[in-house]
């Protein structure tokens, strides 16, 4: 309307609290079709596993392999293996969304449009992260906690009092992995703004870094390959985390760790590089 008319009246409704607003970058974000189907491909494990653990105290089950004593044994090493597939799944997962979420804002030269308003850039990445920690958490910690109480409601108080370290380590893997994850794709969004070419690079990026510090073990005789591999920090990481560390192991946990905060670092400066609000081109 026009000003002169002084007609207009200053919004009057209640805001967004400063610490969610986040949230709606994320509440918007779209799934693409393919990702939904991969993503219910990736509940499959969950369902299997929580079938093997009723089947391992099915007591007819047992009366008909004529023993009283379940047929594996359920511990940290039991759902170590659960998470190791879940975050091979993941792996496919952030392949699928990732590409998508920072991408086409940079190549519509939309990113002016979010930081125009109260939202930092800091908001923003969390924002389009939060959008692959909602898929990623509900294939990783969440059906392994709910994996945790089947068993510690089948098993009685004794197991799980023993084995309570095993809920910590699902929550703080999955943690650790969500948010490499999600720093890796957000940062190969931002510098190839090409989605197909981006979620290749995403696959491509953690095989290669597995196959090349394979290599470097295989040649160098040593283990400090494993410090450039994605994969195998994760899986060495969690490993420690359920405690199932080996002592033949070369590297010590923190090892892992620094090359871990070493490389989400790369990829947060990869980030602050490309996300700003005007670009400069010569």
């Not at 009057?12 to 219910?40: C, D, H, M, N």
């Not at 095993?166 to 794709?185: G, K, N, P, Y």
């Not at 394979?214 to 195998?232: E, F, K, Q, W, Y």
């Amino acid at each position: 309307m026009a000003v002169y008319k002084r007609s207009y009246r200053a919004y009057q409704g209640s805001y967004t609290p400063e610490w969610s607003r986040f949230l709606i970058i994320s509440r918007y974000a779209s799934r693409a079709k393919l990702a939904t189907w991969v993503f219910i491909v990736c509940l499959f494990p969950s369902l299997i596993t929580a079938l093997l653990i009723y089947l391992n105290h099915n007591v007819s089950l047992l009366s008909y392999l004529r023993t009283s004593r379940p047929p594996f044994e359920i511990g940290a090493q039991f759902f170590a293996n659960f998470l190791r597939v879940q975050l091979g799944l993941a792996f496919v997962l952030t392949a699928f969304l990732g590409p998508g979420l920072v991408s086409p804002d940079l190549s519509n030269n939309a990113l002016v449009m979010y930081l125009c308003r109260p939202l930092t850039r800091t908001e923003y990445v969390l924002g389009k992260s939060f959008v692959l920690a909602r898929d990623l958490s509900l294939i990783t910690w969440i059906p392994g906690l709910l994996l945790f109480l089947i068993e510690a409601d089948l098993s009685g108080w004794q197991w799980t009092s023993e084995n309570w370290y095993i809920a910590r380590a699902i929550v703080l893997s999955s943690f650790i992995a969500i948010v490499t994850l999600s720093l890796l794709a957000l940062a190969l969004s931002a510098w190839v703004k090409w989605r197909p070419v981006a979620g290749g690079l995403v696959l491509g990026f953690i095989f290669l870094s597995a196959g090349f510090g394979a290599a470097v073990n295989g040649i160098m005789r040593t283990d400090a390959g494993d410090l450039i591999s994605v994969p195998r920090l994760l899986s060495n990481i969690t490993r420690s985390l359920f405690q199932l560390s080996e002592p033949s192991d070369a590297l010590a946990p923190w090892h892992h760790w620094t090359a871990l905060f070493c490389f989400a670092g790369l990829c947060l400066f990869l980030l602050s590089r490309k996300l700003k609000a005007y670009e400069v081109v010569r």
